[in-house]
């Protein structure tokens, strides 16, 4: 495993990390026991990552509880929190993938940070992100004065933002890299889907913000999990995305593979590499549901990633629509 830093704030990451939101829902169509979470927290960090991803509306906490179970006889400096806040779990009552109203203010920020940190039993949260914020939470400047407050206060050792739900959001993402003391970005990355995500790569590197990137797989084509026939269950959270962009992005592998023979990887190798490749990325979030594919994705950190003639190879590729 190879570590990175977070962005100015100098805290070591693996690159691989584990998105511990599949362990407190089952939005992936799988549903995972407490005692084969634990198991599968305890194997990711045997095997180097640190890193480990949540967010207070997983379970209605219960992917913090879980992580603090899994490494209650743990150095809380030998692990890496990072979770999110912003939603009101303690008065809504979440429905399907309906979205909970949002907080995202100063007084709830101090509510939400001291839940979770009962729930994770830590006494501080390395890295602490508004979840999913709207353009009016990202222009409140009492709000990010407030979290910088806590990093000096020993609260919270960074904060960052996520970006979301869906891919987009390029405005907001912006102008929290441009006027927020952010130490980290999260957004969705993958070498199918570039964009916005390309638009924050200068602006990071600037004010050294690190990027944290989600659905690396393009929500499982990259991996070969889904294919032309696969049908989404009504819980998986996939079922958003249309059979067309399916078709149009199974095609686009193909095209891929040549890329991938060459360096005697598989399409999924390439695809966490692609991200690797870039150094302002500090952390890769895939989604694991096993062990199978805890151990796959972390042997993927090797430091053995795309050149830049690779790297603008695809470049090209995606700039002139290869995957028309």
């Not at 806040?85 to 001291?114: S, T, V």
């Not at 890295?127 to 919270?156: C, R, W």
């Not at 023979?261 to 390439?270: A, E, H, Y």
Request: glycine fraction near 6%.
């Amino acid at each position: 495993m190879k570590y990175r830093k977070l962005g100015k704030s100098g805290i070591s990451v693996s690159e691989i990390g584990f998105g511990a939101w599949t362990i407190g829902m089952d939005w992936w169509n799988k549903k995972i026991d407490d005692d084969e979470a634990i198991r599968m927290l305890k194997k990711a960090y045997d095997l180097g990552i640190n890193f480990f991803e949540t967010a207070d509306v997983y379970g209605n906490g219960k992917s913090e509880r879980l992580l603090a179970q899994a490494f209650k006889d743990m150095h809380n400096d030998d692990i890496i929190y990072s979770t999110k806040w912003g939603y009101d779990i303690y008065n809504a009552e979440q429905i399907g993938h309906n979205e909970l109203p949002q907080k995202h203010n100063p007084e709830f920020l101090h509510h939400a940070l001291q839940q979770s940190m009962n729930r994770l039993h830590v006494d501080h949260i390395d890295v602490y992100s508004l979840h999913n914020p709207k353009m009016t939470a990202i222009l409140d400047d009492q709000l990010f004065e407030s979290l910088d407050s806590l990093v000096k206060a020993g609260k919270i050792r960074s904060h960052g933002v996520a970006l979301g739900p869906a891919i987009g959001w390029e405005e907001e993402g912006l102008i929290a890299l441009q006027k927020r003391n952010i130490t980290c970005l999260q957004t969705v990355y993958n070498i199918l889907e570039q964009d916005p995500a390309r638009s924050f790569f200068d602006q990071a590197s600037l004010n050294e913000v690190g990027l944290l990137v989600r659905v690396p797989d393009a929500s499982g084509v990259l991996t070969g999990k889904v294919n032309e026939r696969t049908v989404f269950d009504k819980n998986d959270h996939r079922n958003t995305r249309k059979r067309d962009w399916i078709l149009q992005a199974i095609r686009k592998v193909e095209k891929l593979k040549p890329l991938s023979d060459s360096n005697g990887w598989d399409i999924t190798q390439l695809a966490i590499k692609f991200i690797l490749s870039q150094k302002v990325v500090s952390v890769v979030l895939p989604t694991v549901v096993d062990m199978e594919e805890i151990e796959m994705f972390a042997q993927m950190s090797d430091g053995k990633y795309l050149t830049n003639s690779e790297l603008s190879q695809i470049t090209e590729l995606y700039n002139n629509s290869f995957f028309v």
